[in-house]
């Protein structure tokens, strides 16, 4: 007998994501006797899924809105697998366009992605890394009016969109600098990337949320992701707090360093680059 | 120095920016209220909602396309533009 989930899927109906979303979803209840949240009554009525809402959730997004997610995080839902529809379809080089009844062969699609879904690892599941990943021992900073900002030393390699690779042997944690937290000010949501993801360098490994903006997390590294930090998904306020090591987003297994080092900057390197930033920095909080 | 360069490279030189496709676009403005770096522009007029200003847009940031509910935003290919920008730094360095 499998695991049973809650499945709380799109609600569009407007693009073919939606419907597909819809199909996914029913698949995977149907496979797992599990239950199915509909989003709009229980944006307007969430007690009638409380019992529901025991069993592990998983969320299936249409489009890159993600209004699905962002209803589990409003709702503070604890999501244990994922699956974006129109991303899936991008990866595997299927059409998004089309009628809105999807055909015998996106029905098919659909229950493969189902099953795909119910043998997925959980979020956040732990990576079977050995790799240690030291505390920085040496800071540089930059100061600005009353903001201070910064960066590691040694071993963090950045890229200009103020993300970090903290790399140990041929694994990298990445992450957001210090510099770009408090752009963002105080974090509320962090969507990790899907453990097993392949991420180009400069690729979304993920994005977060703040009071102020959105902001995609874009990877100084390719690889292909071996671990996210479930810490800074449920409490996102710890990459405020800690950028460079409790804050960290994801773990990715390296393809290609020496190529992406050439479109990286060392700590010193960026240190000089959030200088220069910092003096064109007009804080508006 | 100015941000007007990625990693060395002129802004100018590196062709980042979004392209509105207006046969699916409904100028609902969401990207335009979302982008902080003013890349677009509205206008009085057809079309409403242009990419007046794509050097201001951050290299390899899409973030204003999932504003978008009808996909109207498209960026160039990522892996062909970083590959763009080792040749034109390539080139720089050696050119002295």
Redesign the interface.
């Known amino acids: 007998m499998a695991e049973r989930f809650a499945v709380l899927p799109c609600n569009g109906l407007d693009k073919l994501a939606g419907p597909l979303a819809r199909e996914i979803a029913l698949a995977v209840v149907e496979a797992c006797k599990g239950e199915l949240i509909c989003p709009v009554l229980y944006n307007n009525l969430s007690a009638r899924y409380a019992k529901a809402l025991e069993l592990p959730l998983i969320v299936i997004d249409g489009c890159g809105t993600r209004c699905a997610t962002k209803l589990a995080t409003e709702h503070g839902l604890k999501m244990v697998r994922k699956l974006q529809v129109a991303e899936t379809l991008k990866e595997l080089g299927e059409s998004d366009g089309g009628s809105l009844t999807p055909d015998a062969e996106r029905l098919a699609l659909c229950q493969r992605l189902a099953e795909k879904l119910l043998s997925a690892p959980d979020e956040g599941a732990a990576s079977n890394t050995e790799v240690q990943f030291a505390e920085p021992v040496e800071y540089g900073s930059v100061t600005h009016d009353k903001f201070i900002f910064r960066v590691p030393m040694q071993d963090y390699l950045f890229n200009e969109n103020h993300c970090w690779a903290h790399v140990v042997g041929n694994r990298a944690r990445v992450g957001i600098s210090d510099y770009m937290q408090q752009q963002l000010t105080d974090l509320t949501f962090c969507e990790p990337p899907r453990i097993g993801a392949r991420i180009e360098q400069f690729g979304e490994v993920g994005n977060v949320e703040s009071v102020k903006s959105v902001a995609d997390i874009l990877s100084p590294v390719s690889g292909h992701v071996v671990a996210v930090n479930p810490i800074a998904a449920e409490t996102p306020e710890i990459i405020n707090e800690d950028p460079y090591v409790r804050g960290w987003v994801a773990e990715l297994e390296l393809t290609d360093l020496e190529s992406d080092r050439q479109l990286l900057m060392d700590g010193p390197a960026y240190l000089d680059f959030v200088r220069r930033q910092a003096a064109q920095y007009k804080p508006n909080r | 120095?100015?941000?007007t360069t990625?990693?060395g490279v002129s802004r100018e030189k590196i062709p980042w920016c979004p392209t509105i496709d207006y046969a699916k676009c409904d100028f609902c403005m969401e990207c335009d209220k979302?982008c902080?770096h003013q890349v677009y522009e509205r206008r009085e007029g057809n079309p409403q909602l242009v990419v007046a200003h794509p050097t201001n847009c951050?290299?390899?940031?899409?973030?204003c396309?999932?504003?978008?509910?009808p996909?109207a935003l498209s960026f160039p290919n990522?892996?062909e533009v970083?590959e763009l920008?080792?040749r034109i730094?390539a080139e720089e360095e050696n050119n002295g």
């Not at chain 2, 951050?58 to 973030?63: L, Q, W």
């Not at chain 2, 396309?65 to 509910?69: E, I, N």
């Open positions: 120095m100015s941000d990625f990693m979302f902080p951050v290299v390899f940031c899409r973030a396309a999932k504003t978008c509910g996909d990522k892996p970083i920008i080792k730094r």
